[in-house]
């Protein structure tokens, strides 16, 4: 038996590309999930008779935000685990972005989840074990995320708030970070220069692949199960190894151009 059966599990971004994976993942461990997202997915989320409840909401208005908390207790009457997905941004140049889209990019990738994590603690410390916050983040919050500023500072404000709030939530509420690297996502191959610029990318990662999305949903599983009790305030790196420095590449080509 799952030990995933019959817990509520709340997924913001669950129509998306990791999203989905994190949902699809509870799903087949007989949890009951909501997904929330701002727009009605074009397919359900879930298979066969495994699927998400959908709840559309804004997360960067908190009156929308408190009121995913109150129909998921309304519905299910507890959350036992909160997994903050929903984030992003588009490459944007410092120079001039406007300051409403900095706001903006903040909002969603820090202050959204930060205010739900609040609101639904009440219900996440109200059972019989630690309830479970799960944000992901990103490798752009752990190293200089050049063109995407905003979102990298947001992310590393969001690992901080990870280890603020496992120390102070402690221990009715467990508090982890998942650190997102690369992802392969066929809606974005147009920004690695095509099929060709996606393997060469992929190729010069240490696990010769970028992660799955399903990759990123098995770390989930892990650090909200029975065998993860004592692991709060963590930042799990799921980067495949992390990123080699560029100028070991340009090395490395330079070796091979001056053998032939």
């Not at 305030?233 to 799921?238: C, F, M, Q, R, W």
Request: overall charge negative; some cysteine.
């Amino acid at each position: 038996m799952s030990e995933y059966k019959g817990k509520v599990v709340v997924v913001t971004g669950g129509a998306g590309h990791i999203g989905r994976a994190i949902c699809d993942a509870f799903l087949a461990r007989a949890a009951h999930v909501v997904a929330c997202g701002r727009r009605e997915p074009d397919h359900p989320i879930g298979t066969g008779e495994r699927k998400a409840e959908f709840f559309q909401a804004d997360l960067r208005d908190a009156e929308a935000s408190q009121a995913l908390v109150d129909f998921v207790l309304a519905r299910h009457g507890r959350i036992d685990i909160l997994v903050n997905n929903a984030g992003g941004s588009p490459p944007v140049a410092s120079a001039t972005a406007s300051p409403r889209l900095t706001e903006k990019i903040v909002a969603l990738n820090l202050l959204a989840p930060l205010v739900l994590s609040q609101q639904a603690y009440v219900a996440l410390s109200a059972g019989d074990t630690p309830g479970s916050i799960i944000n992901i983040a990103s490798v752009s919050g752990a190293r200089p995320s050049p063109g995407t500023t905003a979102y990298g500072a947001a992310k590393a404000g969001l690992l901080s708030s990870t280890r603020s709030l496992a120390m102070e939530w402690g221990p009715a509420v467990r508090v982890n970070a998942v650190i997102v690297g690369l992802v392969h996502n066929d809606a974005g191959m147009d920004h690695y220069g095509g099929e060709q610029g996606l393997e060469r990318v992929a190729n010069m990662l240490p696990m010769g692949r970028m992660a799955y999305p399903e990759d990123v949903a098995n770390a989930v599983l892990m650090l909200c199960s029975d065998q993860a009790a004592y692991i709060s305030g963590a930042a799990l790196e799921v980067d495949g190894g992390g990123e080699v420095p560029v100028f070991l590449h340009l090395a490395k080509e330079a070796l091979t151009t001056g053998s032939e």
